[in-house]
């Protein structure tokens, strides 16, 4: 799987977009790039995933440069809740239902530690 | 609402006791796991059930058992084998076994072993 580096903390004032950086030069043509984040003490949360379009939902937007080597995760109005470490993925889509447990696997890195301030 | 439920959040136990903690999803998803997270690491795959009655160790499985009888439930045993099993557990679910990397995630068990 290709790596990712993203910067370990960040800070964002209340109210305004947080971007988030993720590198991944190493990212193959059939992997995704995942977003998850865990707040303090709980279950990580999917965001958003992309392949190489960019990619919108209610929570958040992802950018993939066209090269594919680069992103950014957008959340447009951040919020106190928002506080997290935000981790960025690279995997490929498992190919089928037995493809053993390396499939599955999520690993997460040290992830970027988001501060929304009020 | 559909979800994942982890029970307790918090678990203390001795040193030599077995002890289970309960995943429980009403999501109709086929595939469950467990994970386990220690302080500022990402996590590690003990367990994973692809349908019911079957399941797979993942990187880290000695010293945990599981079951899977029943599609919405997956516990795992941490029996006296686990050499360090104070640790945050995290129980996860996808809609279709090995098709995306978009796992739904419970709040997990915080568990203490002295």
């Known amino acids: 799987d290709a790596k990712t580096t993203q910067p370990p903390s960040m800070d964002c004032a209340e109210g305004r977009a947080a971007n988030l950086p993720c590198n991944h030069s190493?990212?193959?043509?059939?992997?995704?790039v995942y977003w998850y984040r865990q707040i303090h003490s709980q279950g990580p949360q999917y965001i958003i995933h992309g392949l190489k379009n960019n990619e919108t939902n209610e929570m958040a937007s992802l950018i993939i440069t066209e090269d594919r080597k680069s992103s950014t995760l957008i959340l447009p109005h951040a919020t106190l809740r928002d506080t997290a470490v935000y981790y960025c993925i690279v995997r490929e889509q498992a190919r089928g239902a037995y493809s053993g447990a390396g499939s599955y696997q999520l690993t997460f890195g040290k992830g970027t530690k988001l501060s929304v301030i009020p | 609402d559909g979800g994942i439920t982890q029970s307790p959040k918090y678990l203390f136990r001795k040193e030599g006791q077995n002890v289970t903690l309960s995943c429980e999803q009403n999501?109709?998803?086929?595939?469950m796991y467990w994970y386990r997270q220690d302080p500022g690491q990402g996590l590690r795959l003990i367990y994973y059930?692809?349908?019911?009655?079957?399941?797979q160790k993942g990187d880290i499985a000695e010293g945990y058992s599981v079951s899977r009888e029943k599609k919405e439930s997956f516990p795992l045993t941490v029996t006296s084998a686990q050499k360090n099993p104070t640790a945050f557990y995290l129980c996860?679910?996808?809609?279709?076994?090995?098709?995306?990397?978009?796992?739904?995630f419970g709040p997990g068990t915080r568990l203490t072993v002295t």
């Open positions: 059930s692809q349908i019911v009655n079957d399941f």
């Open positions: 999501l109709n998803h086929d595939a």
């Open positions: 996860a679910s996808t809609p279709t076994p090995g098709t995306t990397y978009e796992q739904y």
């Open positions: 190493t990212i193959s043509g059939n992997e995704y």
